[in-house]
Every structure is written in structure tokens, then in C-alpha cells.
């Protein structure tokens, strides 16, 4: 079974809007959570990250909430540009093995 | 400082053949693994190494087989190919604690 479970499949969203993502585990022994963005025929690179003992984690326009008692971890993007749009996934690790939701197509409308 | 390295880019093959997607990283990571990206089910960890001479089976297992004997390179071999294994595989590394997966370029395999 798919250890992280990702929603939405896809995002549409205007210029200037606020992306939400969200994520959800079972394994209360995952301590370190990443989100990947991937743009298309390229690799995902590590975006922005958090561990289980913080509950919110800004960089720029990116954050990332954390509720650690309901397993679940969201990706807020604020002021949503068009540069934006590219394929997100969320991440859950322990002891450097990376399991990855489903992933979301995010489009940013200018 | 070339990162993670993935060859061949793109490679189509018939049912029943055989072929090994080379991976090699520059950065001395001791950790290395192997992701297939399908629509709608995201990366599915398919091998994974955390050492020289040390693997381990992921998600997805079946169909794939890996070595691991020197810390740069991974390669991951399909013995027999079917159309179910048509994806993006992609190779991943990340220094023993520091939790930055670095991924490659990723290989497009179709199997006919």
C-alpha cells in the first residue's frame, strides 16, 4: 500500500492565488518530510522540508504545516506565479529510505 | 561536479530483452536508489543501496535487479523486459544523514 497518500491529482490556480497541497502518513517512525518540485523531462529537486518536531516551516513564498498528531503535512504556495506551475511531490523518510506520493499537477493561469 | 548521472536518456526495447540503465554520482553519497514515475503513482522506490557491496528491495521489486560494487556507481538491470516496465526510472542519491536526495536526469524506457 502506498505508505504516502498526496491530493490533489491536479491544481489549477490564478496568478497571484494560494496553492494548497496535501499529504498524509501512516508510519509515526518517518522523521523527516520533504516536498520535490519537478518541471517536465527533468529530475524533481528537494524544494523545502521539515521535521516532525516543528509545526510550520516558511521559505519565501513556500510553507510547509505540520500536524503531527493527524499524520498529515500540507505545501502552501503563496502568490502563486506561473513559474510555479511543474509537478509536486511530497515525501516521507526514515534512515535516508524516501517514499513519495502520488504527485500534483499544479498550472498556474496568468 | 556532475551530480547524478543517468544513461541512456531514452531507450525502447522488445518484450524479453534485456538491458541495464547505468547511474553514477560524483559526490562520494553512500546512499543510492532507483525510482520508476508512472502517471498518477508517483515515484515508486524500486532498489535501494545504502553502502558498497549493500542492496535492498523497495516497493516495487520485481523484474529488476541491482549491484552495488563501488560507492559511484548503481546500475539497474532488467533481465527480461515486459510492456508493464515502460516508465521514467530515475537514480537518487543523498549523503548517509544529510536527507538531500539529489536525482538524475531520469531514462524513458518503452517496451514493446
Known amino acids: 500500500q502506498q505508505q504516502v497518500k498526496q491530493s490533489p491529482q491536479s491544481l489549477i490556480v490564478q496568478k497571484g492565488g494560494i496553492s494548497i497541497i496535501n499529504c498524509a502518513y501512516e508510519n509515526t517512525a518517518f522523521d523527516y518530510f520533504p516536498w520535490y518540485q519537478q518541471f517536465p523531462g527533468k529530475g524533481p529537486a528537494l524544494l523545502i522540508a521539515i521535521r516532525p518536531d516543528v509545526s510550520e516551516k516558511k521559505e519565501g513564498r513556500f510553507t510547509i504545516s505540520f500536524n503531527k498528531s493527524a499524520k498529515q503535512f500540507s505545501l502552501h504556495i503563496m502568490d502563486s506565479q506561473p513559474g510555479d506551475s511543474a509537478t509536486y511531490f511530497c515525501?516521507?523518510?526514515?534512515?535516508?529510505?524516501?517514499?513519495f506520493g502520488s504527485g500534483t499537477k499544479l498550472n498556474v493561469k496568468p | 561536479n556532475a551530480g547524478v548521472t543517468q544513461t541512456p536518456k531514452f531507450q525502447v526495447l522488445k518484450t524479453g530483452q534485456s538491458m541495464t540503465l547505468q547511474c553514477a554520482q560524483d559526490?562520494?553519497?553512500?546512499?543510492m536508489s532507483w525510482y520508476r514515475q508512472d502517471p498518477g503513482m508517483g515515484l515508486r522506490l524500486i532498489h535501494y543501496s545504502v553502502g558498497a557491496g549493500i542492496t535492498d528491495q523497495g516497493e516495487v521489486p520485481n523484474g529488476y535487479n541491482v549491484s552495488r560494487s563501488t560507492t559511484e556507481d548503481f546500475p539497474l538491470r532488467l533481465l527480461s523486459a515486459a510492456p508493464s516496465q515502460t516508465s521514467v526510472y530515475f537514480c537518487a542519491s543523498v549523503a548517509s544523514g544529510a536527507n538531500v536526495l539529489t536525482f538524475g536526469a531520469g531514462s524513458r524506457l518503452t517496451v514493446l
Open positions: 515525501a516521507a523518510s526514515n534512515f535516508n529510505k524516501f517514499y
Open positions: 559526490m562520494n553519497h553512500e546512499y
